[in-house]
């Protein structure tokens, strides 16, 4: 797997393996890699579960996922210093895309078309803006500051 971030590329190699248990709709994946890069490790685990979706109108599901990650090296160095606000954005967007993705097949089957297949490729998507990554990042920053302010006002205060 390649993961790349503007002109940084990073080279992983690794294994995942799979489980999955159709009749509770649950599953998980583990995933151990190393990179190409200055001892930069990452072990991940994501836990997912479908249930159906009482609420909507027409038949819809809804995927829980849960993953986490262990960094280390270089990896580390770049989660500390804002990469859980970009992986945030990411996975944002990610999720975003997927749910219109879903939708437009769901729209295609109602009008008694088939979903879109390899020979009909779905709509061209923008990239993903840096400037929204950035703002995610300047976001959570101002949250983690103003939480600690409150927190040592609060300090303060009790004194």
């Given amino acids: 797997m390649v993961v790349a971030l503007g002109p940084k590329r990073i ?5 995942v ?5 159709p009749e509770a709709l649950t599953g998980s994946l583990q995933g151990r890699g ?5 001892q930069a490790r990452i072990a ?14 027409t038949p819809t599901s ?7 990650a262990d960094l280390q090296g270089v990896l580390a160095d770049f989660a500390r210093t804002g990469g ?14 997927v749910t219109e993705e879903f939708a437009r097949d769901a729209a295609a089957a109602e009008a008694g078309g088939a979903p879109e ?16 990554l950035l703002w995610a990042v300047i976001r959570s920053k101002l949250v983690q500051f103003f939480a600690w302010l409150g927190l040592r006002r609060g300090r303060e205060d009790a004194r």
């Fill in 84 to 97: 859980i606000p970009v992986a945030n954005a990411l996975m944002e967007e990610f999720s975003r895309r």
């Fill in 34 to 38: 190393n990179a190409d890069l200055r």
């Fill in 11 to 15: 080279r992983f190699r690794g294994r």
């Fill in 62 to 68: 809804v995927v829980a996922l849960v993953s986490d």
């Fill in 117 to 132: 297949s390899p020979q009909q490729p779905a709509p061209p998507q923008q990239p993903l803006q840096a400037h929204s």
């Fill in 44 to 57: 991940v685990r994501v836990t997912y579960t479908v249930r159906p979706d009482t609420a909507a109108a």
């Fill in 17 to 21: 393996a799979a489980a999955v248990d």
